[in-house]
């Protein structure tokens, strides 16, 4: 029974790999492609991802927490550090933009790793407000909105992140924040 566990997660494993590989290939997660190229039977994933979008939000957890650990690292100046690679991000990765924009999340963990980082971007954004370095009228809610938008219009018009143009886009958002 034990070894069965640990083949079930090794399995598991294989199938979130095989899934981000496919999509950094530029890729669509299709169930069955995601199993060919774990290696494991479309059963098998159908058995640890109910859905394509459960396995989408699995395939970006690491990147909610790499937010998070910015956050605690940067802060409490490290709002426009966050925005920038939180725009980054979003802009070289369209699923974790399409979670991230999705209402509501399928998986729980995912809303507990979503609120969590509005939580910790309020007390950060709350800080910033408290030393007068942002608007008072802005929200976490409201900025994770902006970063996508900004995010979408620099993948929308084929822009590296880097890119001058990209960082003019960023700029005005930091800007808007400021009181």
């Not at 079930?8 to 590989?21: G, L, S, T």
């Not at 608007?135 to 970063?147: F, K, T």
Request: charged content about 30%.
């Amino acid at each position: 029974m034990d070894g069965l566990r640990r083949d079930a997660a090794r399995n598991r494993d294989r199938i979130i790999e095989a899934a981000k590989e496919l999509l950094h290939r530029g890729d669509e997660l299709a169930m069955n492609a995601v199993a060919r190229a774990a290696d494991v039977g479309v059963a098998t994933v159908y058995r640890h991802f109910a859905t394509v979008e459960e396995l989408e939000e699995v395939v970006v957890w690491d990147r909610f927490d790499q937010l998070d650990r910015l956050l605690n690292e940067t802060a409490p100046d490290g709002l426009d550090r966050t925005l920038t690679e939180h725009v980054a991000l979003l802009a070289t990765d369209p699923l974790f933009e399409r979670v991230t924009a999705r209402p509501d999340a399928v998986l729980p963990q995912t809303a507990a790793k979503r609120a969590a980082l509005l939580d910790r971007l309020a007390e950060v954004l709350e800080d910033a407000r408290s030393r007068g370095r942002v608007r008072v009228d802005v929200d976490a809610a409201s900025i994770l909105l902006l970063a996508c938008g900004t995010a979408h219009s620099v993948r929308s018009a084929g822009l590296a992140p880097d890119s001058d143009a990209a960082r003019i886009l960023l700029d005005v958002l930091l800007r808007g924040l400021r009181p």
